[in-house]
């Protein structure tokens, strides 16, 4: 077992700098007609404006607080780095023992038949959350703050399409240990958008489809380059989403389509697909952001995992928004989400934007 553990990990590490998910741009129905498999960003991002901080309403991942500054982030100690360095192998480690040991009894109860695929799936998100949270309280490298307002515990959660930036390697981890804080403890479970090649590394791999996450075919142009999608693939993706709907699931994408290699710049081109498959489905989009993750194991390879700096912060925006084309989305998902991965504070005029599009959806909704 410990064999397995190793060589796990180290497919990991040497696999590590990979994207998770992908977005598509403009309409996928005319995108699949004429074959086109080249996809490009329809905008460019901008610089991360300064804000003076606003007044949040926060819930702390394992009680821990970030008082850090960027400056004293990238000031860290050599020991405090390597001793950081040393917390967040261990836990990628003890994940790739994790996660295998406890899926294995559901997808022996699922090959016997004694559960459906759709409770496959349920218990496996659950358990890829479960690993993913005890492990990081059990080894707290990062210190994690949540950020959701505490407006959306929704009572019954409206199926939505979530969407966020991606800034690290780790980011999946992360999403999952703090799901049920970030989302609420009522949220449906979340189906995210990935790349099909990921599923090479076989804890990913395993993770991914277990849980029934939603692949798509593009080729490795690295990260930081324009992506080039398999048309083909989307047809399949379009049917995967419906069901997901139909099932109890949201869905999760990243609209940068990659592994963002200088996330403190801002975001990479944004790929508006999020809003073509809101349409399509007419669901709501809901934003959510990461920052700091970088600082831990950063997506250009030259950095890789030089910690400089251990705290993060999760934020989740409350309320659905529609949009009136794809540039609004690309304008508002750059504005909000940009700004918070760039500074890790909230853009000043991100409730406006939010309420505007929310009081457009609810009034579609009442037509």
Same mark, same amino acid.
């Given at each position: ?7 796990? %990990?180290?497919?990991?590490?040497? &696999? ?5 998910? +992908?977005? =598509? ?9 004429? *074959? ?6 329809? $905008? ?22 970030? !008082? ?32 295998? #040991? ?25 358990? *890829?959350? %479960? ?9 707290? %490298? ?7 307002? *505490? ?13 966020? !930036? ?32 990921? /599923? ?6 395993? &993770? ?13 142009? *690295? ?14 993706? &379009? ?27 801002? &975001?990479?081109?944004? %790929? ?28 250009? $390879? ?22 009136? !084309? ?13 700004? +918070? ?7 000043? /005029? ?13 009034? =579609? #909704?009442?037509?």
């Amino acid at each position: 077992m410990k064999c397995v553990c190793i060589i796990s %990990f180290v497919i990991l590490c040497l &696999l590590g700098q990979e994207s998770f998910a +992908f977005v =598509t741009r403009g309409n996928v129905s005319r995108i699949i007609l004429h *074959g086109n498999t080249v996809l490009k960003p329809t $905008d460019v991002v901008s610089s991360p404006v300064p804000i003076k901080s606003g007044r949040m309403f926060a819930s702390d991942f394992m009680n821990e607080e970030s !008082n850090s500054s960027l400056e004293e982030q990238k000031q860290m100690h050599p020991i405090a780095a390597g001793f950081t360095k040393a917390g967040m192998i261990t836990f990628i480690a003890s994940m790739c023992a994790a996660l295998p #040991l406890t899926l294995f009894p559901v997808a022996v109860l699922h090959k016997a038949r004694l559960i459906s695929t759709l409770k496959k799936e349920q218990y496996s998100l659950r358990l *890829g959350q %479960f690993c993913s949270r005890w492990l990081m309280r059990i080894i707290p %490298f990062a210190k994690v703050k949540v950020i959701n307002d *505490g407006l959306h515990h929704d009572e019954q959660p409206e199926p939505s399409i979530w969407v966020c !930036n991606h800034t690290s390697m780790l980011d999946i981890f992360f999403l999952l240990a703090t799901d049920k804080k970030l989302r609420g403890k009522k949220k449906r479970p979340i189906k995210i958008v990935y790349w099909k090649d990921l /599923e090479k590394n076989p804890i990913t791999g395993m &993770l991914f489809k277990m849980c029934g996450f939603l692949p798509v075919e593009m080729e490795d142009n *690295g990260n930081g380059n324009s992506n080039q999608y398999k048309a083909s693939s989307f047809k399949s993706l &379009l049917k995967g989403i419906k069901k997901a709907f139909d099932d109890g699931f949201d869905i999760g994408i990243l609209p940068e389509g990659q592994l963002n290699p200088s996330p403190e710049k801002g &975001l990479q081109p944004v %790929f508006p697909g999020a809003y073509t498959m809101a349409k399509m489905s007419k669901r709501p989009i809901r934003m959510m952001g990461l920052h700091g993750l970088h600082n831990l194991w950063h997506g250009n $390879d030259k950095i890789g995992m030089k910690v400089t700096g251990r705290d993060v912060k999760i934020r989740a925006y409350p309320w659905g928004s529609k949009f009136q !084309n794809s540039e609004e989305f690309v304008d508002a998902f750059k504005s909000i989400v940009g700004h +918070f991965g760039a500074k890790g504070e909230d853009h000043p /005029e991100w409730e406006n934007w939010i309420k505007n599009h929310k009081a457009e959806f609810e009034a =579609t #909704l009442e037509f």
